[in-house]
């Protein structure tokens, strides 16, 4: 039984990789590629590639190609499960993109203006907002699963390695800024780096809201010398749980309790005044929390 769930588990995760290389890769034909978006990465690499090559080198087999080398390079440091994913989702998110390129590259004008390519203005700004959205979606359910398609987040790794000064984060940028501005010359167009950058934002705020969780909850520490009055009527009047930390102020030297509580964003406001009711002088830390597992917090905390 537990081999049975294990495999089934796998296969899900799969499926859900191969499902999420698929929307992308129909962002990337339908609303990027055509319109010569080219939002940082691979993909954006491969964009720029193909038209400088007149269409010679297809995008997926471009991405694929840069791509092998740098799995190579860095096996060793990534571990074997993710390896496997992600090189499944690279070959898939490839394959995809260069088996569907010629049958939806016009798609774009036609599902959204309800025309002939031939008879519509492209709204390029709408394209690059909505590739963006759409490969967001895409990528942030790969990574839900513990993949990725490859890329510049592999490259980012390997250059960290080299240059220690430099965290991954900074290093993604600097790629993704080469790439866009490699799209500025070859496009002779500093209009499409602009959408390109619009359209890599959405896709990098996507992914944070699918990985990480699109709704905030709000965690407080409260500092209070009536920290039971305050803990009991939170407990009654929010239904919310309570955590009594044990502290000690250093420039006092005085033991203090810290209450710990997460909350609803829609419970914030209430919180703050059944605080400040109590005790005027109380000292809290408001902080949002981007994901809350437990009980109490299924399904319910986010309102």
Do not use: W
């Not at 031939?118 to 895409?138: E, H, K, N, R, V």
């Not at 900074?170 to 780096?193: E, H, K, R, T």
């Amino acid at each position: 039984m537990l081999n049975m769930g294990k495999i089934l588990s796998t296969l899900r995760s799969y499926l859900l990789i191969t499902f999420g290389a698929g929307i992308t890769a129909l962002a990337i034909n339908i609303f990027l590629v055509p319109y010569k978006i080219a939002p940082g990465g691979l993909s954006g690499l491969a964009t720029v590639l193909y038209y400088l090559t007149n269409g010679k080198l297809s995008i997926g087999i471009t991405m694929l190609a840069i791509n092998v080398p740098l799995f190579l390079m860095g096996y060793k440091f990534i571990g074997r499960k993710f390896f496997i994913r992600t090189l499944y989702g690279t070959v898939i998110l490839s394959v995809i993109i260069d088996v569907t390129e010629k049958y939806i590259g016009n798609m774009a004008q036609i599902l959204l203006l309800g025309g002939t390519p031939s008879s519509m203005t492209p709204d390029i700004l709408l394209y690059s907002i909505i590739g963006g959205f759409i490969s967001g979606i895409g990528l942030g359910i790969v990574l839900k699963m513990d993949a990725t398609t490859g890329g510049t987040e592999l490259a980012a790794k390997l250059l960290n390695k080299m240059f220690h000064s430099l965290t991954i984060g900074q290093m993604l940028l600097a790629i993704d800024a080469i790439i866009i501005m490699f799209a500025i010359i070859v496009f002779n167009s500093i209009l499409i780096g602009l959408y390109s950058l619009v359209s890599l934002f959405i896709t990098i705020k996507v992914i944070d809201a699918i990985v990480e969780g699109v709704n905030y909850a709000r965690a407080f520490f409260i500092i209070s010398e009536k920290q039971e009055e305050i803990s009991r009527r939170l407990l009654v009047e929010l239904d919310r749980g309570v955590t009594e930390l044990k502290g000690r102020g250093v420039y006092s030297g005085k033991d203090k309790n810290i209450l710990l509580c997460v909350a609803a964003r829609s419970q914030v406001q209430q919180l703050k005044e059944i605080v400040y009711e109590i005790d005027k002088n109380a000292f809290m830390i408001l902080t949002d929390v981007r994901e809350v597992l437990g009980e109490g917090f299924t399904g319910t905390i986010y309102k």
